[in-house]
């Protein structure tokens, strides 16, 4: 860390060396759709736990309000009254498994939607039958699940921020970042897989020697 502009001097070196040799004997190309990749996964999980959490019981991370610890009794039991009405007319674990169905299938259709778009955009204006075919079923399929969670109860926990319009705006978020992705060169779905598996087999790696470590040292505590 740099004293005066609190920098951190070599990761910041570190990284930029890195990109400069990436870019140096790889394609443009590959490294802009490998970002690409990466970043547009990123933003659809983040627009899938944002419709898998809003339509979870519970209170989940910050409550608005809690801050203040020295509300009168009054403004605690009105407060009280309220989350306990809340709950009431709220999500149940029941309504959170269907809501979950409706997200994982909506998602599911996206891929087969961005599938037809890309590579039987032209059978559908041409009018080929089989693509007008497609085009309606998955459109009924995705209708009847959106409706399903659309009539599923969402969490009211007053938090500080909500995104708001849900589930319009994580669910439109979804089918584009999958229609991007689906756009890319296969290589770069080859080259994503790779690094993927490396990452898993050294977190995997990781996470059996941190087990080991920590069963060795309660042995050595036990044994001392």
């Known amino acids: ?28 190309q ?11 996964l990123a933003y659809t999980i983040v627009a899938l736990c944002v419709l898998l959490l809003r339509y979870q019981p519970g209170s989940i991370g910050i ?23 809340t ?12 809501a979950a169905i409706g997200i994982y299938c909506n998602v599911a259709i996206y891929f087969f939607i961005s599938i037809l778009l890309i590579w039987g955009g032209e059978a559908i204006l041409k009018g080929r039958a089989w693509a007008i075919f497609m085009a309606c079923l998955l ?7 959106i409706v399903l969670l659309v009539r599923q109860p969402q969490n009211k926990t ?11 705006i994580p669910l439109l978020s979804i089918f584009i970042n999958i229609f991007l992705i689906m756009k890319l060169n296969y290589l770069t779905w080859l080259r994503f897989a790779v690094w993927m598996a490396i990452g898993e087999f050294y977190s995997k790696k990781n996470r059996n020697r941190k087990v080991s470590d920590s069963i060795g040292y309660s042995w050595f505590s036990d044994f001392c």
């Open 1 to 28: 860390m740099h004293p005066k502009t609190e920098i951190p001097v070599i990761a910041t070196v570190l990284s930029g060396a890195l990109a400069a040799f990436l870019a140096l004997i790889f394609d443009l």
């Open 30 to 40: 590959a490294l802009v759709e490998m970002m690409s990749i990466g970043t547009l």
């Open 63 to 85: 409550v608005k309000g809690e801050e203040n610890i020295f509300s009168s009794n009054d403004e605690n039991v009105a407060m009280e009254h309220t989350r306990l009405t």
């Open 87 to 98: 709950e009431r007319n709220g999500p149940t674990l029941q309504t959170a498994r269907l």
């Open 139 to 145: 459109g009924i399929f995705l209708v009847t699940f």
């Open 158 to 168: 007053p938090l500080p921020f909500k995104v708001p319009c849900v589930p319009a």
